[in-house]
């Protein structure tokens, strides 16, 4: 990948940043542990401080068996907590990963505080450096270090779900379920965790731990509101991440801000658009679909008023009067009743047609009310 160009590097960086942190979040999400995502990039810290003394430096795929060690032990020791009955989850994160990141924050700053072993890389990375940091094996340059390392997780993620989709899809959903049919939902469970775990320090060179959380979570919550299939939302919060990922680097360049923090910006801005245009959850369409809802029952109950008193039209002043409605709204509801021909104006009053004592009996008969 020698043959790329710096920006491409970053570009491909957050790209898969995002993309690998997608694919995982999506279960995060729909399983309601996003906060273990956010636990388990801090605990990783001890996990990183002990593959760099393993390691004898820092060598980022001894660092992912140390933070995946890490993020295990975090899942374990707040599952512990929960079993005792003492703790809720949310209390059991709380305790949990604050002590493994003070633990490894004191480490990092005890005895590695004179290397490039820092607490502000661990925490907030700098995908800028992504094109100089390369891996060399002998005298071969085979590029970017962190976008070999995401391109991989990408891969093992992408064909981890490919292979056990039924089982995550069955104990993510009915773990009572899958049980009875012989999974292992406990096996399932930290299965996944491994991959965030793996996942998490394999992008945190990149955009840091903390931002990792958001590339795992924001994707995944924005495609939950825009589909309730799985494979598309997966799908969704990978297009999400990817799109992120791009307008957030040419963001960055524009406003010269920080990339990793713009791409999460971006994420932001489509959490956003999503949480207000998708058209089954968007606070737009609830409203919307509301306000056709009130317009649908008010024009109905036009239908049933004039039924009711189907001896005569009557004038609009006596209708609002008669139903307390405001003129306007009044006007609104009979000219959607007048383009469903349920009504018409006769010499200044409002009358029910032929199709709308059709339709006064049809809603009487749905709502179990006796019609003469």
Known sequence: MTFLTSEQVILLTGIFAASSCALVGSFLVLRRMAMMADAISHAILPGLVFSFVLANGPNLFVGIFGASLAGIATVVAVEALQRTGLLKSDAAIGIVFPAMFAIGTVLVTRYFSDVHLDADAILYGEIAFSPFDLLIIGNTNYGSYPLIVLMLMTVVNLLAILLFYKELKLATFDAGLAAALGFSPALIHYGLMTLVSMTTVGAF????????????????????????????????????????????????????????????????????????????????????????????????????????????????????????????????????????????LRDGRIALTPHGDEAAHSIARSIGVPVD
């Open 205 to 344: 060179s990149a955009v840091g731990a903390i931002l990792v959380v958001a590339l795992m979570i924001v994707p995944a919550a924005t495609a939950y509101l825009l589909t309730d299939r799985l494979g598309l939302m997966i799908a969704l919060s990978v297009i999400a991440g990817a799109v992120s990922a791009v307008l957030g680097y040419y963001g960055a360049v524009a406003f010269d801000v920080s990339i990793s923090g713009m791409m999460v910006v971006m994420l932001g801005i489509l959490f956003s658009l999503a949480a207000l245009f998708s058209p089954s959850q968007g606070i737009v369409s609830k409203v919307l679909r509301r306000r056709r809802q009130r317009e649908r029952f008010a024009a109905d109950l036009l239908v049933m008023h004039l039924h009711h008193h189907r001896t005569a039209s009557e004038s609009p002043d006596h209708l609002a009067a008669e139903l307390d409605w405001t003129d306007a709204w009044l006007d609104r509801i009979i000219a959607r009743a007048q383009r469903e021909h349920h009504v018409e």
